[in-house]
């Protein structure tokens, strides 16, 4: 997928060049195009997910709701842009596990903080540059215990994921939140059809995927 969310606004006159020429070459190849004005990447990209999906995008955050996802650098993604291939090590793990419900007054937030302040606790991170600890620099979190939460408030939390330093993220969560999801990503991805965005039949390959997980959503692997 490719977008233009950080040129659109202020574009220089050979962003306006390459907004004109890109999207073809991109569709051309098979990509996802978006149009200057539609937003963040990452947002589109969260729309077009399958559960048992790894990804990889080019900055840190580059995290997924469902799924899994890594950052790379601009260099591993032209590496895997020129070749079709990229290599990928899967790192060691944290698993963060909430316990309880979440009680009135509690937001996303709150649970995002309470991950850094409970390892602070346990003397895994630390504050203070001389001597740093930081348990989550470099590893993967597994968070479980709130299976049932929006795919989008499971987002907040694989989001942040990168303010901890760590290379990547996964959440656990029951089926009925997922396939609330993916009805209306299905959804919105025949509206980008009808709209022109191309290329039709990549999109529409992923909206069959997504329908085909839907209706046997054992397919997910674990």
Same mark, same amino acid.
Do not use: C, H
């Given at each position: 997928m490719q977008s233009f969310c950080h040129t659109a606004a202020y574009p220089k006159p050979v962003d306006i060049d390459t907004q004109h020429n890109l999207p073809d070459f991109i569709m051309n190849r098979g990509g996802v195009s978006l149009r200057p004005g539609d937003g963040i990447i990452h947002s589109w990209l969260n729309r077009m997910l399958l559960p048992d999906g790894v990804g990889t995008g080019g900055d840190s955050h580059t995290r997924f709701p469902i799924g899994i996802s890594f950052p790379a650098g601009s260099g591993l #993604?032209?590496? &895997?842009?020129? +070749?079709?291939?990229?290599p990928l090590d899967m790192p060691e793990s944290v698993l963060v596990r909430f316990k309880g419900e979440m009680q009135p007054g509690i937001t996303l937030r709150d649970l995002?903080?309470?991950?850094?302040?409970?390892a602070i606790q346990k003397g895994l991170l630390t504050v203070d540059k001389k001597g740093k600890k930081n348990i989550f620099s470099g590893k993967c979190l597994e968070i479980e215990g709130l299976p049932d939460m929006? #795919?989008?408030? &499971?987002f907040e +939390?694989?989001?942040?994921?990168?303010e901890r330093s760590a290379s990547g993220c996964s959440v656990r969560l029951n089926k009925e939140p997922i396939i609330e999801y993916l009805k209306s990503n299905i959804v919105m991805l025949r509206w980008m059809?009808?709209?022109?965005y191309g290329d039709?039949?990549?999109?529409?390959r992923r909206a069959q995927a997504m329908e085909e997980w839907i209706e046997n959503p054992e397919?997910?692997?674990?």
């Open positions: #993604v032209a590496f &895997a842009a020129t +070749l079709g291939v990229m995002v903080n309470a991950i850094p302040y409970t929006k #795919v989008e408030q &499971a +939390l694989s989001d942040a994921s990168a059809i009808a709209s022109g039709p039949k990549t999109l529409e397919l997910l692997r674990t």
